[in-house]
T-cell receptor
Framework: QKEVEQDPGPLSVPEGAIVSLNCTYS??????FMWYRQYSRKGPELLMY????GNKEDGRFTAQVDKSSKYISLFIRDSQPSDSATYLC?????????????FGTGTLLAIQP | IAGITQAPTSQILAAGRRMTLRCTQD?????MYWYRQDLGLGLRLIHY???????GKGEVPDGYSVSRANTDDFPLTLASAVPSQTSVYFC???????????FGDGTRLSIL
C-alpha cells in the first residue's frame, strides 16, 4: 500500500463548478501538507501549504486537512479553464523536514468551457 | 525573474553514456533536491542537499550522483545511463529543510 493515495482521474467538470480533489494517507506522523499544480510540460507549482489540521483559504482555493481520517482535500470554487492541470498532494512528517516529502501520483483535472 | 533553471530541457542519450543534468537557483535557498517523475509512480526523490557541502540519498539514488559545491548549483550525474532512467527530472529548492519546495520546469531524458 502506498503511503499517499490519490485518484488519478481524469476529472472533467464544467466551467464555474466547485471542484474537490482528495488524498488519503496512512502515516499518522504526517504534519505538513501541500498542494501543487502542474501544467503540461511544466514543473509543479506550490498552491497551498498547511500545517496540521484545519482549513486554509487563498482566493478560490481552500485546503482542508482531517488528520483523524487521514484525509486532505483541495476545493476550487468558480473553476476556470485555466485551472486545467494535474494536481499533486504532498506531505511530510513533523520534524522530518521536506527531504522526507511524499507525493501523491496526481489527479488530472479538465475544466470544460 | 528569480527561480530555478534546469538544462538541458530535453535530451536523447545512448545507453552507457555519461550525462550531467544542470540545476541553478538564484533564490539563495539552502536546500536543493532532485526528483524523477514517471507515469503512475509520481515524483520520487533521488538525492537531496540540506546545505552547501552536504548531500543525502533519497528513495531512488542508485545510478545517480550529485554534488553541492556552492549554494546555487546542484548537478545530477548519470555515470552510465540505462533505459530505465528514461524519465522527466525535476530540480527543486527550499529556503531550508522545513519550508515548501519550489520546482524547475524539468529535463526530459530518453535513454535508448
Amino acid at each position: 500500500q502506498k503511503e499517499v493515495e490519490q485518484d488519478p482521474g481524469p476529472l472533467s467538470v464544467p466551467e464555474g463548478a466547485i471542484v474537490s480533489l482528495n488524498c488519503t494517507y496512512s502515516n499518522s506522523a504526517f504534519q505538513y501538507f501541500m498542494w501543487y499544480r502542474q501544467y503540461s510540460r511544466k514543473g509543479p507549482e506550490l498552491l497551498m501549504y498547511t500545517y496540521s489540521s484545519g482549513n486554509k483559504e487563498d482566493g478560490r482555493f481552500t485546503a482542508q486537512v482531517d488528520k483523524s481520517s487521514k484525509y486532505i482535500s483541495l476545493f476550487i470554487r468558480d473553476s476556470q479553464p485555466s485551472d486545467s492541470a494535474t494536481y499533486l498532494c504532498a506531505m511530510s512528517p513533523y520534524g522530518g523536514a521536506t527531504n522526507k516529502l511524499i507525493f501523491g501520483t496526481g489527479t488530472l483535472l479538465a475544466i470544460q468551457p | 525573474i528569480a527561480g530555478i533553471t534546469q538544462a538541458p530541457t530535453s535530451q536523447i542519450l545512448a545507453a552507457g553514456r555519461r550525462m550531467t543534468l544542470r540545476c541553478t537557483q538564484d533564490m539563495r535557498h539552502n536546500a536543493m533536491y532532485w526528483y524523477r517523475q514517471d507515469l503512475g509512480l509520481g515524483l520520487r526523490l533521488i538525492h537531496y542537499s540540506n546545505t552547501a557541502g552536504t548531500t543525502g540519498k533519497g528513495e531512488v539514488p542508485d545510478g545517480y550522483s550529485v554534488s553541492r559545491a556552492n549554494t546555487d548549483d546542484f548537478p545530477l550525474t548519470l555515470a552510465s545511463a540505462v533505459p530505465s532512467q528514461t524519465s522527466v527530472y525535476f530540480c527543486a529548492s527550499s529556503e531550508n529543510i522545513n519550508q515548501p519546495q519550489h520546482f524547475g520546469d524539468g529535463t526530459r531524458l530518453s535513454i535508448l
